[in-house]
Structure formats: C-alpha cells, structure tokens
C-alpha cells in the first residue's frame, strides 16, 4: 500500500523559509514521479513542482526562484525548500507520487489529475 507522510509545515513571517519533507513507503519510489500540491481556502489545488525519477523538474510561475524541489532515493524521501515565502503561499501543501510521468512541450505538468497517490497535508501559514 502506497503511503505518504508530510511534514515541516508551520507559521512564518514574511521573508521566512521552510522545509518540507513527504516520507514514502510501499512502492518503488525511485522509479515514480513526485510532486508538490498547495491548496487555499476557498480555492482549487494547484502544482507548485514536481520532479521525475531522472531528476527533470518544473514549478508553477508563482514560486520559481523561491522554491526548491528535491528527493533523496536512499532516504525514500521528498523535499520542498520553500524561500522568500510570501502570505499568499498561505495553504495546506501536499506531496503526490504517481508511476508515470506527464510532460507537454518538454514540461514535466503539474495538474493535480495526473498523480494517484496523496498524502494528508501539512499547513504552511506565512504572516506579513
């Protein structure tokens, strides 16, 4: 069974910065594309990045140069390093895996419907 923890969310003021991290279990994780979801109250989930198994990567426009996404295969682990952080990153981020992987012009996609396997959430709240 597919399993994904979050963790490292919490409140920062403005200019701050935070770590995620999605533990995995229960499927080759090496091989499956990751990704990194927020949603906000009121509003639709939307990627902010995702990463291939070959290390390929994109992010949303709204976080490129703030944020950073990574895995480490030995660990089973997948990161999001979250800079410069601004109260409209304010949501619930999730991490989801999915065994393929969708690209569109050389772009790795983003769209929540193309991972299968979520994780419950952890809340980032940045203050201004």
């Known amino acids: 069974q597919v399993q994904l923890v979050e963790s490292g969310g919490g409140s920062v003021q403005s200019g701050g910065s935070l770590r995620l991290s999605c533990a995995v279990s229960?499927?080759?994780?090496?091989?499956?594309?990751m990704g990194w979801f927020r949603q906000a109250p009121g509003k639709e989930r939307e990627g902010v990045a995702a990463?291939?198994?070959?290390?390929?990567?994109n992010y949303a426009d709204s976080v490129k140069g703030r944020f950073t996404i990574s895995r480490d295969n030995a660990k089973n682990t997948l990161y999001l390093q979250m800079n410069s952080l601004k109260p409209e990153d304010t949501a619930m981020y999730y991490c989801?895996?999915?065994?393929?992987?969708?690209?569109?012009?050389?772009?790795?996609?983003?769209?929540?419907?193309?991972?299968?396997?979520w994780g419950q959430g952890t809340q980032v709240t940045v203050s201004s």
């Open positions: 229960g499927y080759a994780y090496s091989s499956y594309c």
């Open positions: 989801a895996a999915d065994r393929a992987a969708y690209y569109r012009r050389g772009y790795l996609l983003l769209g929540p419907e193309k991972f299968s396997y």
């Open positions: 990463i291939d198994s070959d290390g390929s990567t």
